[in-house]
């Protein structure tokens, strides 16, 4: 699995974790910030930019990727690390914190959803997904960045941020995408909910604003675990870091700076 660093490694260490279509490059705009303070790890997802060709274990997707992480960090000789998930990416880390690494210090979400409780959900989003997945071996890529950054969760970004992403997204390979797709189906993910006071380290969610449906799960979540911080980026939709960068550095900077006072 594919990764970057900035920074010094005697800074304390930031793992980022990119959305589906995306890759560790998505963190730039924010990295020449973090990575004065931050020694950053930028990881490219299996299926994903350098690692298009890394691929999931099938019905152990979750497990695969939590041992991969591992793995990479412990190459790196990173023994204790913040870790910040965007979307898939947050999925991803908040099961990876559920397996309790030694190191893991504090977990902070973007725009991820813990699961979904009912079963008739989650067919339906697992069948929604392979759908997507079939589309992605065959139909124009063009065409399928265009029709994914019209549905309802990117609803909020414009029309210049949109091309943006497809102009981002239109060297990824298709075949890696199908498959992560197909692995990380939030149809196959137990609805994590229950698990999160079972979390040794501090967790935060962010969101947009403008995002009404993880607005309103971040709020059910809250009332569920009141360790949980929840906080919301004003004007940002689903993308957060990509719509606000700034607003959204501000107020990662000051998460971390809760941890990083502890001795």
């Known amino acids: 699995m594919h990764c970057s660093v900035y920074g010094q490694a005697q800074h304390p260490c930031l793992v980022l974790l990119h959305g589906f279509l995306g890759c560790g490059r998505d963190w730039q705009e924010l990295i020449s910030q973090l990575s004065q303070h931050y020694y950053c790890v930028t990881v490219d997802i299996p299926g994903h930019g350098m690692s298009a060709r890394q691929g999931l274990k099938p019905r152990h997707a979750f497990k695969d990727f939590s041992q991969q992480l591992s793995q990479c960090l412990k190459r790196l000789k990173i023994n204790q690390y913040y870790l910040l998930g965007y979307s898939l990416g947050g999925r991803l880390a908040l099961h990876h914190a559920l397996y309790a690494p030694k190191g893991l210090?504090?977990?902070?979400?973007?725009?991820?959803?813990?699961?979904?409780?009912?079963?008739?959900?989650?067919?339906?989003?697992?069948?929604?997904?392979?759908?997507?997945?079939?589309?992605?071996?065959?139909?124009?890529?063009?065409?399928?960045?265009?029709?994914?950054?019209?549905?309802?969760?990117?609803?909020?970004?414009?029309?210049?941020?949109?091309?943006?992403?497809?102009?981002?997204?239109a060297q990824q390979e298709r075949s890696g995408l199908a498959a992560t797709l197909r692995a990380c189906s939030l149809g196959l993910q137990s609805d994590l909910s229950a698990q999160l006071e079972q979390l040794k380290m501090p967790l935060d969610f962010i969101g947009g604003s403008l995002d009404n449906k993880y607005q309103g799960l971040a709020k059910r979540l809250q009332q569920q675990h009141p360790r949980l911080r929840w906080h919301s980026i004003e004007q940002a939709g689903h993308n957060c870091h990509f719509e606000q960068p700034t607003l959204f550095l501000q107020l990662l900077s000051s998460v971390l700076a809760t941890t990083k006072r502890k001795p």
């Open 105 to 169: 210090q504090h977990l902070i979400i973007e725009s991820a959803h813990p699961g979904l409780s009912d079963p008739d959900a989650r067919q339906q989003r697992l069948v929604h997904d392979n759908r997507w997945a079939d589309r992605w071996l065959k139909e124009p890529l063009d065409e399928l960045l265009q029709e994914w950054y019209q549905q309802p969760v990117f609803a909020n970004l414009t029309a210049a941020q949109r091309q943006q992403l497809i102009k981002r997204r």
